[in-house]
């Protein structure tokens, strides 16, 4: 991911001080039959890439007058970006793709999102919409990386208590070699934390462990993933599990945990802005996204675990439960912006700086 200068946006209709980058990773499709009418839908995501690619490749043989300009942002900046581009009265994107649950939840209650119907919407579990604004189209554990390398064994924590006391018996191994998600910069990062917060009590006492460590701060699984593999870091906290699990498949540097205490789960989602240049294109690429062939393409190509009841196989939110007893599901309410309150994001933020450097 390109950053520039950063600036802060301080929206008034929502109380969070965000980064908004310069820039962005930018993919053009161009449509695969175009003809005098042919449109680009615009997408902010912040899927890689290497997971985007098939899914739209997809779409485009479905809809061949049609092209896609793919921008790969962090959650924040998504945020960010249709925030500025409403106050200033323009369009932005068509669709926004995020993990960022809290975020997009608030987007909707704040009146950026336009509502949307259709038989495709009508056939999703009720958990994973909210208010026909806020639509899930995959499931995506929280999970623990590691370097099968550096550690092996009973030395692997299965539990965020066995992790802890590894950070503090393991620490020569460990110092400046373990990540997690920058939850000031990472939208995604944020929304675990807070999730871990409301599971567990000792969570601070973690992140306590984890700046006794040194740990460093990123904002994208990816990059932590290959510094795992590489050997350079020997273990990642709240990682993605769909890009872990993925990776570790053709990696066998890579040993992935999802831990026995509680595995978290957040629904990756898709909102519809309502400053829009193209709302039919915005239409008809989520219910292709939503369809069984859209479903099928996340799990079997993309790697992302689908939410259709008619997709069966390893990738499927079904699977996952049935796999994981310890599987917590984070819930689609408004409840997930509590934590987005001016107030509460900087108490949030203070406790996380100061159990870091508690030591």
């Known amino acids: 991911m390109l950053h520039g200068c950063r600036i802060i946006l301080i929206a008034l209709a929502v109380s969070i001080a965000v980064p908004l980058t310069t820039s962005a990773d930018l993919y053009e499709f161009p449509p695969t039959n175009p003809d005098g009418d042919s449109k680009m839908l615009t997408v902010f995501a912040s899927m890689d890439i290497s997971?985007?690619?098939?899914?739209i490749e997809h779409y485009l043989r479905e809809y061949p007058g049609a092209g896609v300009a793919y921008h790969e942002l962090d959650t924040l900046d998504i945020y960010a970006r249709v925030v500025d581009g409403m106050e200033r009265?323009?369009?932005?994107?068509?669709?926004l793709l995020s993990p960022a649950m809290d975020l997009q939840v608030k987007l909707a209650n704040d009146g950026y999102i336009r509502q949307y119907r259709s038989n495709r919407t009508g056939a999703l579990p009720k958990w994973s919409q909210w208010r026909n604004e806020v639509f899930g189209f995959s499931f995506e554990p929280a999970v623990i990386v590691?370097?099968?390398?550096?550690?092996?064994?009973?030395g692997v924590p299965t539990t965020r208590d066995e992790l802890r006391e590894l950070l503090r018996e393991k620490s020569e191994l460990?110092?400046?070699?373990?990540a997690t998600y920058d939850i000031e910069r990472s939208g995604l990062g944020f929304l675990f934390l807070t999730q871990d917060a409301e599971q567990s009590r000792d969570i601070w006492q973690l992140v306590g462990a984890l700046g006794n460590s040194s740990v460093k701060l990123y904002t994208n699984t990816a990059a932590m993933l290959d510094l795992i593999s590489s050997g350079r870091f020997v273990l990642g906290y709240n990682l993605l599990g769909s890009y872990a699990l993925r990776r570790a498949e053709n990696d066998d540097q890579l040993g992935v945990i999802l831990p026995q205490d509680y595995t978290l789960a957040m629904i990756r989602t898709a909102v519809l802005p309502r400053n829009s240049r193209e709302p039919e294109l915005a239409n008809q690429f989520l219910d292709f996204l939503l369809s069984t062939q859209g479903q099928s393409t996340l799990a079997n190509q993309a790697g992302l675990y689908a939410l259709h009841a008619d997709v069966t196989g390893e990738?499927?939110?079904?699977?996952?439960n049935e796999l994981v007893p310890s599987i917590v599901p984070i819930r689609m309410s408004p409840a997930l912006m509590v934590y987005l309150d001016r107030a509460k994001r900087q108490r949030v933020l203070g406790e996380w700086q100061g159990a870091l450097s508690s030591q």
């Open 315 to 320: 990738y499927t939110a079904a699977n996952l």
């Open 89 to 95: 009265n323009e369009a932005t994107a068509d669709v």
């Open 174 to 178: 460990l110092d400046g070699r373990v």
């Open 146 to 154: 590691y370097n099968k390398q550096a550690l092996s064994g009973d």
């Open 51 to 55: 997971s985007a690619k098939p899914l």
